[in-house]
């Protein structure tokens, strides 16, 4: 096959979202069981501070993947 790489393309916004689900996917298995662990063998003084952390984490994730998703629609 020829490919054209002077021609820009586009990927579809379906594309992406579907390949941003599967790595969020991805990134809840690998990390499920060592934040089960940190918080099953954390004292209680630091699970203030793990679930503090995982929630800044998610927070943040949570906004780059809207302004991911916003711009994608605003094409």
Same mark, same amino acid.
């Given at each position: 096959?020829?490919?054209?790489?002077?021609?820009?393309?586009?990927? #579809?916004?379906? &594309?992406?979202?579907?390949?941003?689900?599967?790595?969020?996917?991805?990134?809840?298995?690998?990390?499920?069981?060592? /934040?089960?662990?940190?918080?099953?063998?954390?004292?209680?003084?630091?699970?203030?501070?793990? &679930?503090? &952390?995982? /929630?800044?984490?998610?927070?943040?994730?949570?906004?780059?993947?809207? #302004?991911?998703?916003?711009?994608?629609? #605003?094409?």
């Amino acid at each position: 096959m020829n490919y054209d790489f002077s021609k820009p393309q586009r990927q #579809s916004a379906v &594309g992406i979202i579907i390949m941003a689900a599967n790595t969020l996917q991805h990134l809840i298995r690998a990390l499920i069981f060592p /934040l089960i662990f940190a918080f099953a063998k954390a004292d209680k003084q630091y699970l203030a501070y793990i &679930g503090l &952390g995982v /929630l800044v984490y998610w927070f943040f994730f949570l906004c780059i993947l809207i #302004s991911i998703i916003e711009t994608l629609l #605003s094409f």
